[in-house]
């Protein structure tokens, strides 16, 4: 009889014990750093209902949204004739209510509204979950992801995208990865499309200028045509989205070029004060204003903020803006908020890539007791109790095995630190100690040997 043999869904990954050792790395340092600068954690659903979806993402992130099928019989009470191969997206609405969750920002602002009585403003969260997306599985892109976001809503000042700039400053020095900060303000994006004459394909515009860097500019002038914007439209926007020169010079260009567009001045002004702001703050990464990101997301209204990796070829590891209106949309008028994200998958491919997780990382357990059994086993049993106590992740080999079966466990799992205790440590009241990766090992006493470890 043959068996099928067992699969995941592409675009979803199993992680072993190394890599959810190396991503928990991630996400602690990630969270180390929010809680610094006081953010709080929340959690909502994996789920949340598509009235909250839908509508939040663009045309583009409405498709890519995993639907959740009604429970039971979903199609006894749909008429026959509504099921037609050209019905799919009616139908598709009758039969389900519920969709996988696309990012944490729309939900966290259906949390905000949802709990308004209960939340003081300005109000700072952080968010460690998973989110899905019905993407193309590709290199650093997946269908089921964690994002780590971080969002100050309640407050319009722009101290609070200052700061966002300056956790992703910390965060990864900390990782230890080389990073470019971009800046761009949606304001200026609007004023652009205004003043060659197409205020109303503002998302048309910043869709195409977004993929700049992917398709280089002449798709992306294709893709303009393809949208309704006039050739004469386009080539005023040439010498525009391929600015060059310091941060100071791109602005004062763009300043002198958007001089009819108070929206557009508008930008240029937030942005100089977040520059002015990150200053003072002595951010060290580069700081680039960049106005080809555009990102594509519908909520964004002010500043926009990408991070790239330095020394690898790969997508944004971590991106965010401002969005003043998102709660309006759930019935809370008035409210601005402004956050960021940390791709998680990303940042760990970046790491891989470039050999920067600890060794640390390689195992959580930092100690394994050898197993002899009868007397000895007692004493490795007290033994473990008391490192743990210490806060020494310990293992007991749990069987009287062949030593060389032992130490081969160890050194598989990547345990830095081996305890022998046989007949004649144990009557001589000592143990050995020996470190794995350099082969060196030492008798010492079992009441010290914690804090030996403990002291490196």
């Known amino acids: 009889m043959s068996s099928n043999k067992p699969s995941i869904p592409k675009g979803t990954r199993d992680f072993s014990p190394v890599e959810m050792n190396r991503r928990n790395y991630i996400f602690s340092t990630i969270k180390q750093v929010f809680e610094q600068f006081g953010y709080q954690p929340i959690e909502t659903p994996a789920m949340e209902t598509l009235n909250t ?24 009470a749909i008429p026959s004739e509504e099921l037609r191969p050209d019905n799919a997206t009616r139908v598709s609405g009758l039969i389900s209510d519920k969709g996988l969750r696309y990012d944490l920002t729309v939900p966290f ?23 899905w997306r019905a993407d193309r599985p590709q290199k650093g892109r997946y269908r089921e992801f964690f994002q ?42 609007a004023g652009m499309a205004e003043i060659i004459g197409h205020a109303d394909k503002i998302t048309d515009i910043t869709v195409a200028i977004d993929k700049l860097d992917k398709i280089g500019p002449d798709k992306v002038n294709e893709e303009l045509l393809l949208h309704g914007i006039d050739a004469p439209s386009i080539e005023r926007l040439q010498p525009i989205i391929q600015l060059e020169g310091s941060n ?48 594509g997301l519908n909520y964004y209204t002010g500043a926009i903020i990408e991070v790239k990796a330095a020394d690898v070829v790969m997508g944004s590891i971590c ?26 998958d ?30 000895e086993e007692k004493s490795s049993i007290l033994m473990a109790g008391r490192l743990r106590a210490m806060g020494l992740n310990t293992e007991l080999y749990p069987d009287n095995a062949k030593i060389k079966k032992q130490f081969s466990y160890a050194d598989s799992k ?20 020996k470190n794995m990766e350099t082969g060196e090992q030492l008798t010492a006493d079992p009441e010290t040997v914690g804090t030996r470890l403990l002291n490196g």
Not at 56 to 66: N, P, R, S, V
Not at 169 to 183: E, H, N, Q, S, T
Not at 264 to 287: D, H, N, R
Not at 346 to 374: C, H, K, Q
């Open 148 to 189: 780590c976001d971080a969002d100050v809503i309640g407050s319009d000042s722009l101290l609070n995208e200052a700061e966002l700039l300056q956790i992703a400053d910390k965060v990864f020095p900390a990782l230890g990865i080389r990073v470019i900060l971009k800046v761009n303000n949606r304001k200026i994006l």
């Open 319 to 344: 991106g965010g803006g401002r969005y003043d209106n998102l709660t309006g949309i759930f019935g809370l008028q008035g409210v601005s908020g402004v956050g960021i994200s940390f791709g998680a």
């Open 53 to 76: 979806l839908l509508g939040k993402y663009g045309e583009e992130g409405d498709k890519l949204l995993f639907r959740v099928l009604n429970s039971g019989d979903f199609l006894s």
């Open 346 to 375: 990303r940042i760990y491919d970046v790491m891989l890539e470039l050999n920067l997780f600890p060794a640390s990382t390689a195992s959580s357990t930092r100690v394994l007791l050898i197993n002899f059994g009868g007397e």
């Open 248 to 295: 100071a010079e791109k602005l004062k260009q763009m300043k002198t070029w958007l001089a009819e567009s108070e929206e557009g001045l508008k930008g240029i002004e937030e942005i100089q004060q977040v520059f002015q702001l990150t200053e003072t703050m002595g951010i060290a990464s580069p700081l680039e204003f960049d106005l080809t990101l555009a990102r």
């Open 414 to 433: 990547k345990i830095p630190w081996v305890i022998i205790i046989g007949e004649n440590e144990r009557l001589n009241n000592t143990c050995i100690l």
């Open 109 to 131: 602002a259906r949390f905000v509204v949802q709990h308004r009585n209960e939340i003081t403003f300005p109000f700072r969260r952080y968010q460690i979950q998973p989110v």
